[in-house]
Nanobody, 127 residues
Framework: QVQLVESGGGLVQAGGSLRLSCAASGSIFSNYAMGWFRQAPGKEREFVAAIGRSGGSTYYADSVKGRFTISRDNAEKTGYLQMNSLKPEDTAVYYC????????????????????WGQGTQVTVSS
């Protein structure tokens, strides 16, 4: 079992930055791949970024590539999403998720691959 708690969301103007955190507890964090997803009102949950167990592999949605950076600190059992150059269309509830991975470098863009989710944190970008 893994428990995840996101933090760091808020209201920011377009062009601004936020850093989301995902604190994990309950199991060995380094055994789990991690991803960030977001869901806007009336829309499906969409992939944002993913990182492998070791932190050595990352993958991004085209919409955030070059603006967002995913990272993790396995010793601190925490994942991060640094968001720069934010746009109004980035407004959503952001969720972190994890799944047990045999591979050090495997990632997934599919929400169905993830077994554990946090409660979400709201990010609102004003124009």
């Amino acid at each position: 079992q893994v428990q995840l708690v996101e933090s760091g969301g808020g209201l920011v103007q377009a062009g601004g930055s936020l850093r989301l955190s995902c604190a994990a507890s309950g199991s060995i964090f380094s055994n789990y791949a991690m991803g960030w997803f977001r869901q806007a009102p009336g829309k499906e949950r969409e992939f944002v970024a993913a990182i492998g167990r070791s932190g050595g592999s990352t993958y991004y949605a085209d919409s955030v590539k070059g603006r967002f950076t995913i990272s993790r600190d396995n010793a601190e059992k925490t994942g991060y999403l640094q968001m720069n150059s934010l746009k109004p269309e980035d407004t959503a509830v952001y969720y972190c998720g994890t799944y047990w991975s045999r591979s050090l470098y495997g990632t997934s863009t599919k929400p169905t691959a993830y077994d554990y989710w946090g409660q979400g944190t709201q990010v609102t970008v004003s124009s």
